[in-house]
C-alpha cells in the first residue's frame, strides 16, 4: 500500500511536534512544508516521520522530529539571521532553519553527507544555504561571525572556539554532557565574555566527532 507522505507529515506536526510545547508558528510551517521523506535514505523513507533518530552513517543520527521542532523553536531565528550549522548530517535542518533565516552555512567533516545534502537541498529548490566539507572542531575558521550557531551532534564541553563565532547578542545551541542523559542548552552571548546558559530539555545523541568525554583509564 502507498504511503500517504503529506498525512504522515501532517500527523508528525500535530501528534509529535506541536504536543512536546512546540508552539511558534513558523517552526511548525517549516516542518509541515519541507518534505522530509526526500531527506532520509530510501531504505528509511516509510520512517521518515517516526518518533524516532534514523541512522544515516558514521555513526550519526537524523534527529527525532520532536527535537528537530524544539531546536529550531529555541533557535529564534529571524528573516535577517544569518546561522552556522555544525554537522550537515541529512541536511533537512539545515532545510527548515533556511526556510527560517536569510542564509545557512553548514559544515560537515564527512564528503558523502556534505554531497546528498547538496543534493536534496537543490531538489527542494533551496538556495540560501551554502555546504562545506570540513572540520569545525579543529581546524575550519568561518569568515564572519554569526546570529545563531546549531550544533547537531553532542559535545561534552561546547568548544570555545565555536562562542567565538556569535555576534553580539548572538546564541548557540548544543547538546551538551555524559550520555545517555545529555542535556540541549542555549547559550546567549551577552558581552563582555559572558552568556546566558538557558537549558531546555534532556535527549542522547552521538557525539560530533572530536568532542566526544576524555576517555577514562581503568587500572
Known sequence: MAMNFEQARQNMVENQVRPWDVLDARVLDALA??????????????LAFADACLPI???????????????????????????????????FLTACMASLCAHVTSVDMHAEF????????????ITNASLLTADAVHGWQPQEPFDAIVVTGAVWQVPQRFLGWLKPGGRLLAVRGQSPAQQAVLLTQLGAGGYREDYLFETDLPYLAGAEPPRRFVF
Not at 512544508?33 to 516509510?46: L, T
Request: no cysteine; hydrophobic share 40%.
Open 33 to 46: 512544508q519541507v518534505r522530509r521523506e526526500d531527506f532520509v535514505a530510501p531504505e528509511h523513507r516509510r
Open 57 to 91: 552513517g558514521h555513526g550519526q543520527v537524523m534527529m527525532k522530529p520532536v527535537i528537530e521542532g524544539r531546536v529550531l523553536q529555541a533557535l529564534n531565528l529571524q528573516p535577517a539571521d544569518r546561522v552556522l550549522e555544525i554537522g550537515t548530517g541529512s541536511g
Open 114 to 125: 556534505t554531497a546528498a545534502a547538496q543534493s536534496r537541498l537543490a531538489a527542494a529548490g
